[in-house]
């Protein structure tokens, strides 16, 4: 089976490209910005035409897209998360027509949960910012092209490489440039919201599922944990984990994106009916990993 990852060397794409590697009977491509890619595409930017032509020659029986900005400005995000799924079908309809596409969306498609409820996929969309709307956008673009494809709709993702940008894998650099130190502060904003937190490996095993699974599937699925969680505990579990002795303060100044959305949780029973998956790491798991991961890297600090 031949495989065809875009974004391999990110995040999530490494965690996919690596599930697929251990499979027998795959060949698998990466596609992305990176000089060594065996396709080097930018969607942001990529010829419909030449895409397709690149496609040809790879011959996929399985895409998995994992590109997407995170919601770094709203041009970007259009770019990105909005055209650049709109030119991949365009241009695996002329190329690769009946090869299966995985497209990653997000759970900021539904937009503000209803305290105690988990959302299903038929649920309205109303997402609040530019990232949501223009994974919204992709989703759809994807869901309308005509081809076997399915988009997993991921919640939030945690586990061991998680970026510095990311309020996980920012957490755990802070904590780790604060040390051991007693009197160390760091701080945040407000924490009591709920999220939907997935370990990256079990999303990871959910989109090669997805990829290889035989006959139709539905056009969306939720991918996440399926509980909703304090992002405090997070917070505090990684506290837990590093062994920081100092003080988490939340009088900082939190995210505008993560402000309108107080509770996100994902019913996942449709990915559990339809690739007979479901999460096998806690997010304890995930939180010990990740730590694990952390490096020395210097990047600005997020907030959540």
Request: charged residues 20%; neutral net charge.
């Amino acid at each position: 089976m031949r495989i065809l990852v875009l974004g391999h060397t990110g995040y999530l794409g490494r965690h996919i490209a690596e599930q697929f590697r251990a499979l027998g009977g795959v060949r698998l491509f990466g596609a992305g910005r990176d000089p060594a890619s065996d396709l080097r595409v930018d969607l942001a930017t990529a010829d419909t035409g030449r895409l397709a032509e690149a496609l040809a020659d790879l011959s996929p029986d399985a895409v998995v897209n994992c590109a997407g900005a995170l919601g770094a400005d709203p041009v970007t995000d259009a770019e990105v998360n909005a055209r650049g799924p709109a030119v991949l079908c365009a241009a695996l309809r002329k190329a690769a027509p009946t090869a299966r596409l995985v497209h990653l969306g997000s759970a900021a498609e539904y937009g503000a949960g209803e305290h105690g409820v988990r959302v299903t996929e038929d649920a309205p969309t109303r997402p609040l910012t530019s990232y949501g709307a223009t994974k919204l956008a992709g989703t759809v673009a994807v869901v309308s092209s005509g081809l076997d494809a399915v988009v997993l709709r991921v919640g939030n993702p945690v586990g061991p490489g998680a970026g510095p940008l990311s309020l996980p894998g920012g957490t755990a650099l802070r904590l780790r440039r604060a040390g051991t130190d007693p009197d160390a502060v760091v701080r945040f904003g407000d924490l009591s919201a709920h999220r939907d937190f997935v370990d990256v490996r079990d999303l990871a095993r959910a989109a090669v599922l997805a990829a290889t699974a035989s006959g139709p599937l539905p056009r969306v699925l939720n991918v996440g944990g399926g509980r909703a969680v304090p992002i405090r505990d997070l917070v505090h579990g990684l506290v837990s984990v590093a062994g920081f002795r100092g003080r988490i303060d939340e009088a900082g100044v939190g995210s505008a994106r993560s402000a309108g959305v107080t509770w996100q949780c994902s019913d996942i029973s449709a990915a559990r009916a339809a690739l007979g998956w479901e999460p096998r790491f806690t997010l304890t798991d995930a939180l010990v990993a990740l730590w694990a991961s952390v490096g020395a890297c210097e990047e600005p600090d997020p907030v959540p």
